[in-house]
């Protein structure tokens, strides 16, 4: 079963959860609001993508905090990603031990379906 982090109000993960509930795919949803991504979880996806692709630039939090003007480094947007979740890009999909990173209806269809 696909486990799916993200938040609800999220239009990418919406578009995902509509996907699989479409295509009749099983899934657990993890609202990174009520349940926080901890360090563990976040080094765990970064074994198998990067940070760049793992951390959101185009979001709001990322624009109201100013992290632009800081300059982070790997493992400082690590560490964000741990005190702030909502710079997580979402949707994140846990799926046979691979993690997929933001809304890709093509790799769901070839990959998922």
Known sequence: MLKVYGIKNCDSVRKALKYFKTHDIPYEFIDFKQ???LRN???EWLQQTDITTLFNTK???Y???KLKDIGLNEKEKADWLVKENMLIKRPII???GKVIVGYNEAYY???LS
């Open 35 to 37: 349940t926080p991504v």
């Open 94 to 96: 846990e799926y046979n």
């Open 59 to 61: 979001g709001t939090t």
């Open 109 to 111: 269809r070839e990959n």
């Open 41 to 43: 979880k976040i080094d």
């Open 63 to 65: 624009r109201t905090l």
